[in-house]
C-alpha cells in the first residue's frame, strides 16, 4: 500500500465522518425545531424564594405571651417555554456543530452563487439585478430564521417541565427537557431555515466528494 492510497483512505475517513455529523446534527435540529411542544418548566433567571413571616401576641389577665412566628415559603416559580424537546447532551452537541456549519455552508454557497451570477449575466443586468433580488430576500429570511435556530440551540437549557398527561386529576409527572422560548412565527422562520440547512448539506456533500473523485480518481 504506497502513500497516495493511505492518503486517500484517510481523506474518504475524514469525509465520512464530516457526512456523519452534518446528517445526525440535521436530524436531531429537524426534530428540535419541528416537534417542539409548549411546556410549563422552572424559568431561566432564579427568582429569590422569600420567607415572609407573622407574629401574633396574645393576652390574658395573667400574663403576655407571645406565639410562635410561622414561616410560609412561597413554590417554585415557573415559565411557560413555547419550545421544548427532550435532547441529550450528546445530541445536542451534533445539533451545535450543524447549526456553527450551518452559517458556514450559507457563507460559502451564497457566495458561490452571486459569483457564478456575476460570471454568467455580467451583459445582462436586468436579469442579474432580479435574480440578485431574490437571493437578498431569501438570505434575508434565512438569516433571521437561522438567529431563531441558534437562539433555540445555543442560550436554550435543560428545564424541569410539568409534562402533560391524559387524566387531569392525576399529579402531573415532571421531567427533564431542552428548552427556549420561541413564538411560532419565530419557529416558522426557524423551519425555512432548517430546510436550507439540509439543502446546504446535500450540496457541501456532493461538492467535496466530486472535488475528492476528481482529484484522486478522475
Given at each position: 500500500m504506497n502513500a497516495n492510497t493511505i492518503f486517500l483512505i484517510i481523506q474518504l475517513l475524514i469525509f465520512c465522518l464530516f457526512i456523519s455529523c452534518l446528517i445526525v446534527g440535521d436530524t436531531y435540529l429537524t426534530y428540535m425545531i419541528f416537534n417542539a411542544s409548549t411546556y410549563t418548566c422552572e424559568p431561566f433567571i432564579d427568582v429569590p424564594t422569600i420567607a415572609t413571616s407573622t407574629t401574633a401576641a396574645a393576652t390574658t389577665t395573667a400574663a403576655t405571651t407571645t406565639a410562635?412566628?410561622?414561616?410560609?415559603?412561597?413554590?417554585?416559580?415557573?415559565?411557560?417555554?413555547?419550545?421544548?424537546?427532550?435532547?441529550?447532551?450528546?445530541?445536542?452537541?451534533?445539533?451545535?456543530f450543524k447549526i456553527v456549519m450551518f452559517w458556514l455552508l450559507f457563507l460559502c454557497i451564497t457566495g458561490a452563487l452571486v459569483y457564478m451570477l456575476v460570471k454568467l449575466l455580467e451583459k445582462n443586468q436586468i436579469l442579474f439585478g432580479s435574480i440578485l433580488t431574490i437571493i437578498c430576500i431569501m438570505s434575508i429570511v434565512i438569516i433571521v430564521g437561522g438567529v431563531f435556530m441558534t437562539q433555540y440551540g445555543f442560550t436554550g437549557g435543560n428545564k424541569t417541565c410539568q409534562m402533560p398527561i391524559a387524566n387531569p386529576t392525576d399529579p402531573q409527572i415532571k421531567s427533564t427537557v431542552y428548552c427556549y422560548n420561541l413564538n411560532k412565527t419565530e419557529l416558522n422562520f426557524a423551519k425555512i431555515s432548517v430546510v436550507f440547512g439540509w439543502i446546504y448539506s446535500f450540496a457541501a456533500i456532493i461538492t467535496i466528494g466530486l472535488f475528492l473523485w476528481s482529484t484522486n480518481l478522475g
Amino acid at each position: 500500500m504506497n502513500a497516495n492510497t493511505i492518503f486517500l483512505i484517510i481523506q474518504l475517513l475524514i469525509f465520512c465522518l464530516f457526512i456523519s455529523c452534518l446528517i445526525v446534527g440535521d436530524t436531531y435540529l429537524t426534530y428540535m425545531i419541528f416537534n417542539a411542544s409548549t411546556y410549563t418548566c422552572e424559568p431561566f433567571i432564579d427568582v429569590p424564594t422569600i420567607a415572609t413571616s407573622t407574629t401574633a401576641a396574645a393576652t390574658t389577665t395573667a400574663a403576655t405571651t407571645t406565639a410562635a412566628t410561622t414561616t410560609t415559603l412561597p413554590s417554585q416559580p415557573t415559565a411557560q417555554y413555547s419550545s421544548c424537546y427532550s435532547l441529550s447532551a450528546t445530541q445536542l452537541g451534533f445539533v451545535r456543530f450543524k447549526i456553527v456549519m450551518f452559517w458556514l455552508l450559507f457563507l460559502c454557497i451564497t457566495g458561490a452563487l452571486v459569483y457564478m451570477l456575476v460570471k454568467l449575466l455580467e451583459k445582462n443586468q436586468i436579469l442579474f439585478g432580479s435574480i440578485l433580488t431574490i437571493i437578498c430576500i431569501m438570505s434575508i429570511v434565512i438569516i433571521v430564521g437561522g438567529v431563531f435556530m441558534t437562539q433555540y440551540g445555543f442560550t436554550g437549557g435543560n428545564k424541569t417541565c410539568q409534562m402533560p398527561i391524559a387524566n387531569p386529576t392525576d399529579p402531573q409527572i415532571k421531567s427533564t427537557v431542552y428548552c427556549y422560548n420561541l413564538n411560532k412565527t419565530e419557529l416558522n422562520f426557524a423551519k425555512i431555515s432548517v430546510v436550507f440547512g439540509w439543502i446546504y448539506s446535500f450540496a457541501a456533500i456532493i461538492t467535496i466528494g466530486l472535488f475528492l473523485w476528481s482529484t484522486n480518481l478522475g
